[in-house]
């Protein structure tokens, strides 16, 4: 399922704040130059006027006094020039070729200086206009000059300049400049405002793109950034969510593939190690950490030598690398206290997806089970062989003899005849536990089930071997609690489970001693007893006590007439019934074989 991701605050992206800031000192700058040329520009243009204003005016005094004062040493001159100068707010001064002053709008010309070296009055005399901008000390403030030669008859015969005060003249220009740089100001609050909205839209589906772009690589691969532009940035996250869509799919399917290969791999009863090309672990199920007793999840990432430190499996792993081809092998690991670890080693090269080498994965298969299952029929085979060559034997020599000696007397031929029916008898028992016990084995062990109480088969059991106990003079005794103890199986296949444990137990209990028979319920259990006070057995027997004619002292089970099958039906019987058989002993100290049977439900 797919999902609009959420926008982050955008005043908190260092994009837009960046991208802003450009703008802003873009704008600053443009703002900044272009109201500098505008003031700069005005101010020129205002002194171009100022300065073209006093021209014309001197040229309408120039025209006046040329018109109307041709003596001007005549006192009506000064009052002239000063009432021009007034309706003009101009100052005006009228000065003869050599620079004396014979008229002043707002000065005393007989108090003046000659005029005659300011570079105003020179330019005009020489130009016929001259400019200037200096303090007059007469005034003592800074204005702007303007003269104008005055000609008559084709000479030059005197100047008149005009002046104003710069003053006036900067109080305007500041004024101007106050509103070109509010005006300038207002602008750039405008152009700011604007920007930022336009920094924003821009940068809002950025922003999107970036919080969708961590979404996923934190995983969450449904995420998808709104688009309603057709413009790039539109087009970009129409890409990014082809993109996103396309990646949520491919994820899945490693994670499914991994997911599979994981339950496959940690399903398998095989241990798998897996290592790059550097020999470093890349993988390795639950099962050979196992077998090699560290954790996989510690050893992935670390080196090979580190975490498998048996040398055939770095010695195969190294050679598959190598030589690039299938190595097999079988090792022994000497870890379990009582039997050594089998395993079969089979290392192929790993490669990738173009066929290059990548490394190596090697298959640890336990096959102890296997080999002891071999080891267990070969002997098996060799023991049913000598077992059953015995009495065949000794039946094959006696009748040989008795057929090629007719005169043998008759006290002797019943030896032997005797003999050959207790040979007959052995054999006949040996071939009657093999087909118990392969009946058993074959999973119709159980002829029948049925509610039994088991108090009977024991009762049963105890009363069989009541002449055996007399003979060997062994003393048997019974707790065999009141209450019913029932169960479901096979009331024969019980009677001889505990016809052999009773057997046993008088056999290898001297003369003189005791066999206890106990049968009780402990909880969902039966439990039956059976100990004696006989040679007792070696701990390291233990395990293999249940094993096909596997005898502690063969000698003497021979003697006593076993067939070495007795324990491993015992075994079989508990198993078909659901239960299970154990043993406690201490050589000299007796044995006890507990057998505990699952109560039957009411």
Known sequence: MTAIVAS????????????????????????????????????????????????????????????????????????????????????????????????????????MDNHGDRPEVIAALENGVGRGTRRSETLGSDLLYVAVAVKKDGGVEGVVRTAVELGALESRLAELRTIIAASTVLAVAVALAIGFLVVRRITAPLIRMTAAAESLSSGDYGRRVPSSSKDEVGQLADSFNRMASQLENRVRTITNDRNKLAAILGGMVEGIVAVDREKRVIHMNAVAGGFLGVSPSLAVGKPGADIIRIDEISSILRQTIDDAREVKGELVLARHPRRSLILETLASPLRD??????????????????????????????????????????????????????EMPTKTR??????????????SDLVGDLLTLARLESGDGVLSSSLIDLREPVRYS??????????????????????????????????????????????????????????????????????????GIDSVHHDRLFERFYRVDRARSRELGGTGLGLSIVKHVCLAHGGEVSVESEPGQGSTFRVRLPLATA
């Open 8 to 111: 982050r605050n955008p005043l908190r992206s260092r994009f837009l704040w960046k991208l802003y800031a450009g703008l802003v000192v873009l704008v600053l700058l443009t703002a900044s130059t272009i109201g500098m040329l505008v003031t700069r520009q005005f101010t020129d243009d205002a002194l171009d006027a100022a300065r073209r204003d006093l021209e014309s005016k001197a040229i309408l005094v120039a025209d006046v006094l040329d018109a109307h004062h041709d003596d001007w040493s005549d006192p009506r001159l000064l009052k002239r020039v000063t009432e021009i100068g007034a309706k003009l707010r101009t100052r005006l001064t009228v000065m003869r070729r050599d620079g004396t002053v014979v008229a002043d709008s707002e000065g005393d010309p007989a108090t």
């Open 353 to 406: 997806g173009e066929g290059n080498l990548i490394g190596a994965v090697v298959v640890l298969h336990d096959v102890t089970e296997l080999r002891h299952l071999e080891a267990v029929r070969r002997d098996f085979v060799a023991n049913v062989s000598h077992e059953l060559k015995t009495p065949i034997t000794t039946i094959r020599g006696i009748s040989e003899t008795m057929f090629e000696d007719a």
């Open 414 to 427: 019943h030896r032997f005849v005797q003999k050959l029916q207790n040979q007959a008898i052995r054999l």
């Open 462 to 535: 105890v009363n069989a071997i009541l002449g055996v106990v007399d003979e060997h003079g062994v003393r048997v005794e019974t707790d065999i609690q009141k209450r019913p103890v029932m169960v479901l199986g096979d009331e024969q296949s019980l009677r001889q489970m505990i016809s052999n444990l009773l057997d046993n137990a008088v056999k290898y209990t001297p003369k003189g001693g005791q066999v206890w028979l106990r049968l009780h319920a402990n909880g969902n259990d039966a439990v039956i007893e059976v100990q004696d006070t006989g040679v």
